[in-house]
């Protein structure tokens, strides 16, 4: 039996409760959400050839040197004759579709360059457009490449530029961008950020993770050289193995947030690198302190400061909607346990110049990194707690916060996933590259008790977001949306996700499951089923989440105390073979079904498939 009762008071759903996590990592924007469809565009990837660059046919020669026009653009790519590019795993060709070419380029002569995008061996021509305009100067030269209706869809594609009449071009940066999510320029693919929105998340916490520290102290993320036309950011060495060209820098995180209407979530360096070094509190880190206070400043600063100004100048007038600051990541790997002392600095700096913004520790939570180093100075708003774990821990952690300490700061749960048998740090290619049906039950089984608690979880957000699911896109094994070059889809999780974000209320309602099978593992026993509620006061939506984790069906009984229902709702089920993923080549094999209802009552009885993940919509009256 479930049982909800109406006349116990329920908690305030923290309106904020569903978002993102975001970082560079499996190609997430490089070769995954941010536009750019040429691959090393600057030519800075390696030192010693020309990656992802070819010469094109017998006669062509291709090389680098050091004859860049910028300290940002030290390199140039040499080029007699013809030279392709192969993208991220190839350039994506669809019909009717619009690209723009931008290439900083010179010659030994004049006359146009000529540029086509073209099969992988230069027999079938998709687009061609002349760069008019070359000669011995450095300058800008764009064009547009347009597909006719009769082109097929394929990645099966390259960009080729070709020196006409000059005998040599050098380059230093080149760069081709499909149609764009709203057509922003530097923009966002399509596909990805819809998928984004249908998740309705409130917020996006960036950039990172490991992304924001790095490997090194010089490493981190370089939010200033992030800023202005691409040609300018010299990029960086990100900790996942491959560099990144800093084409998503600040603002394009912050209109990302706009455009899947939701809030940043900003994480400043608070000086510690991966390697373990780290800058000790006091004078050293107070340079630190103040670039996360300018940091902050473009984000929601005015006219009259510094960077706020240059954020207006940047194109973006109004200040976005901040109001919480992370600082740093996963500092309970810091075993010097400098974090207490770094986090008074920095709150005291924040909350001092902007009293209104909350600030959230990465320490002192009580997942297993955070208890290592509790904080008894200051007192964060939010503690970011991080869970990756085994389907059967992550059920067990649907109570965790259940007698969690009320009087301390809210929980940001701002990392989690569950796995399936191998993790995903060191699982790589043997599992993955995104969630089964097992890892989003035991998912949706966690985000029941996240939902339940949401008094004092205030937000939580799934990681990692995206893979990019070439050989060598990945670097964790367990990830919520897939893609190549063409094609996306979403994880089992990432549909759970979406039913538990689409579906929502203000006030939870109070659950009680009596009879319940359990499952067993060894002699570990957990409930076999889950639920929470929470409804709409504005409107009396009441909204049902059951999952079902055992591997039979199970009939519930509803007895609803205190309220009647409409005769009619609607019922969601993603269900399945708890091993089964989605692919590029099955991207629903595991999706949600919605189902129409009618003659409910305050009691009736619902059955439940094995492994499933259910909401049911109800209206009461
Ligand atoms: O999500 C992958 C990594 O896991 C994050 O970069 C880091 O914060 C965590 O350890």
Redesign the pocket.
Known sequence: TLTLDFSKPGVRVSPTLYGLMT?E?NYSYDGGLYGELVRNRAFLDDAQRPAHWTAVGDKSSVSLERTGPTAARPVALRVGGGVANDGYWGIPVKPRSTYRLSVWAKTDGRGPISASIESENGATVYAKADLEGADGTWRNLTATLKTSRDVPTTAAARLVLRTGTARTLWLSQVSLFPPTFNGRRNGNRIDLVEKLLDMRPKFLRFP????LEGNTLQDKFPWRDTLGPIEGRPGHKSPWGYRSTDGMGLLEFLLWCEEIKSKPVLAVYAGYALNGDVIKPGTLLRPFVQDALDEIEYVIGGPETKWGAQRIKDGHPKPFPLECVEVG??DGFDKTGSYEGRFVQFYDAIKAKYPKLRVISTTGGKDWLGQKFPLTQRKPDLVDE?YYSEAWDMMALATKYDDYDRSGPKVFVG?WAAFDTVAPWVGGARTGPTSNLRCAIADAAFLTGVERNSDIVAMSCY??LFVNVNPGGRQ?AINLIGYDALNSFGAPSYYAQTMFGQNIGDRTVATTLTGVPEQRSGDRKLPGLFASATRDTRNGTLFVKVVNALPTSQELAFDLKGAQIASDGTLTVLTGDPKDVNTLAEPAKIAPQTTKLNGLSSSFRRTFPANSVSVLRLRTK
């Open positions: 970082e990592i990172g993770g490991n992304y990541n996963e991080h990392e990681a990692p964790w």
